[in-house]
């Protein structure tokens, strides 16, 4: 087994005198593709500000690969983890796209040459290219949430974190966006992905983590925690329709948990012959 | 007369430097929605809902400026001869930023704003706030001396919406009213949205990428693409071209991409778009129920079927 890429053991944060996090542990290693899903307030971003050390544990310990996050700058930090905000806003400032990509790029020092490749594909990677030289803060939300993702996924960070990506996207481009982080995945890099949409967690993520108040509810692969509808709706999470259809068909057929609409067909065609 | 009435609507913003070129956003849109209708907009990144909606609000072209070429017309009354102020009264729009709507000490004095601001009588105020938190079901007492930012997102949006209730309008415009919210806020928003459509009639056009929501809210669907309305129609209609939908960048309810499955590989004529409805379908056509005791060849099959189609061993 490899050593772990991100780990965490008994970690508590509070906000003031609000808990935020009560005891969460959690092992990541290289390669996973994990989703952490929960209602808002569970403790999702919390959990992964810990991981580019924007948050410092109150208690308990974070490591990213084999090292403590306290003993790491931020700087050093961000060449291991790649955060893409919630907010497009909070980290866009350049005058134009092509700079704006550019500019995590040069911060890491780069070669020059490099850069220019780097934000060329990721330009071209997000449809960007005839958006290049305009000013990013007056293109429209979805298109300035793409940008900041293209700056962070220009990096290839090891880890990239997506919170919230997809939300404000249109169906094309959050399926070309997550389409983007599984060939990330497949090519060594590991995704965090926190997210509300059950139907692309379930398509894209084969480990899901389930927070609630601040713990682990349930930590296990996607299909297995989508199976258990009881401890979903107790963590007040719906499962993607086709699984929710296949479950108030168990009366009268047995399916497998499917998870994507071609899961479905296949396993009812199978089921029901 | 229809509520809402948009002819040949083109408009676009101001241009971005002295002597560039405006960026047309609308190209010609053609719009009718009916007394009581629920209209759903849909349209990919850039395609010119969220400028549709300020039309409809009359802050495009009124606080934007640029070219604007046609007619809205909102029960009545045409955008171009009327001021924002006059049209909020009558069109109530919501945004999906509720924390950026809201700025009162206290959930009631939210509410209360809007109708304050007209200078009603302090009793037709009361009554109003009084029936907007309600609607919205912020009304237990808990919940009105809150002050807003401590409240849940789905929760915050309720009392954004409730604000914009109080006004009175004839018509809602909601501009992506959950996009921010967990799957329980959107859930709570559009049972409120489905209560204010049954027991009030409330004319709406909403703005949601969450197609399988607005399955179940919207009585129409238009699908704008490039400034254009490419697609109109029922949802049954509409969703059954899933393919269409992706095409154009957007998805069609999960179980209607499903529904296309069956169609295309067994030739079943299949168009249910909400899980209900596929249950009944489906479970029409099963023999009723196995018994329920538990397999001993299923679960080895399931063991079995799960390492094959396990999504690159993580576990």
């Not at chain 2, 909400?274 to 099959?301: I, K, Y």
């Amino acid at each position: 087994m490899n050593a772990p890429v991100l780990r965490v053991e008994n970690l508590h944060f509070a906000y003031g005198d609000v808990p935020a996090l009560s005891g969460v542990s959690l092992t990541i290693q290289p390669g996973e593709f994990v989703a952490i899903v929960g209602q808002n307030g569970s403790g999702k971003t919390t959990l992964v500000k810990h991981f580019n050390g924007l948050l410092k544990p109150a208690r308990g310990r974070v490591w990213v690969g084999e090292r403590d996050t306290t003993s790491l700058s931020v700087a050093e930090l961000a060449r291991e983890v790649g955060y893409v905000f919630q907010n497009p806003d909070h980290q866009i400032n350049q005058a134009t796209v092509r700079e704006e990509i550019a500019f995590g790029l040069r911060n890491m020092d780069f070669p020059p040459d490099k850069v220019i490749r780097r934000a060329d594909e990721a330009l071209t990677m997000f449809g960007l290219r005839a958006y290049a030289d305009r000013p990013p803060a007056i293109l429209g939300f979805g298109l300035r949430r793409k940008i900041a993702l293209a700056g962070v996924c220009a990096l290839r960070p090891p880890v990239l974190i997506l919170d919230e990506p997809t939300g404000g996207l249109d169906a094309r481009s959050a399926e070309e966006l997550l389409g983007f982080a599984a060939r990330l995945r497949a090519e060594g890099h590991t995704i965090l992905l926190v997210s509300h949409d059950m139907r692309r967690v379930a398509a894209f993520a084969g480990r899901c983590v389930i927070l609630k108040e601040g713990r682990v509810l349930r930590d296990g692969p996607t299909r297995e925690v989508f199976a258990d509808a009881d401890q979903l709706k107790h963590a007040f999470l719906v499962p993607p329709p086709v699984t929710q259809l296949a479950q108030a068909l168990a009366p009268q057929i047995v399916l497998d948990t499917p998870l994507t609409a071609d899961e479905f067909y296949a396993e009812y065609v199978k089921r029901s012959a | 007369m229809d509520p809402i009435l948009v002819e040949d609507l083109r408009f676009a913003y101001p241009p971005l430097e002295e002597g560039g070129a405006a960026t047309p956003v609308l190209r010609g849109v053609n719009l009718r929605v009916a007394r009581g209708e629920v209209l759903g907009l849909l349209g990919p990144t850039g395609s010119g809902k969220s400028t549709l909606c300020l039309a409809l609000a009359g802050i495009v072209p009124h606080s934007t400026g640029g070219e604007f070429g046609g007619n809205v017309r909102v029960v009545g009354l045409n955008t171009k001869h009327e001021r924002v102020a006059t049209l909020a009264q009558k069109v109530g729009l919501v945004f999906q930023d509720a924390e950026s709507q809201l700025f009162n000490m206290t959930v009631e004095d939210e509410v209360a704003f809007g109708p304050e601001s007209l200078g009603l009588p302090r009793a037709t105020i009361a009554e109003r706030v009084e029936w907007a938190l309600r609607a919205v079901r912020m009304d237990a007492p808990a919940y009105r001396a809150r002050s807003p930012f401590h409240l849940s997102g789905g929760q915050k949006q309720r009392v954004a919406l409730a604000a914009i209730l109080a006004m009175r309008p004839e018509t809602l415009v909601l501009d992506e009213p959950t996009a921010e919210l967990d799957p329980l806020g959107k859930a709570e928003v559009f049972d409120v949205l489905a209560e204010l459509k049954r027991a009030q009639g409330m004319t709406m056009v909403i703005v949601e990428q969450d197609v399988e929501h607005l399955a179940t809210l919207a009585d129409r669907l238009a699908v704008l693409a490039e400034g254009r309305i490419v697609l109109e129609g029922a949802p049954r209609e509409i969703f059954a071209q899933p393919a269409r939908l992706r095409e154009l960048g957007l998805d069609a309810p999960q179980v209607s991409a499903v529904a296309e499955l069956f169609r295309e590989r067994a030739g079943k004529p299949y168009d249910f778009f909400t899980v209900d409805e596929a249950r009944e379908v489906l479970a029409s056509r099963l023999t009723p129920g196995p018994s329920p005791v538990e397999h001993p060849e299923r679960s080895e099959a399931k063991l079995k079927g799960r390492q094959e189609r396990g999504k690159g061993g993580e576990a």
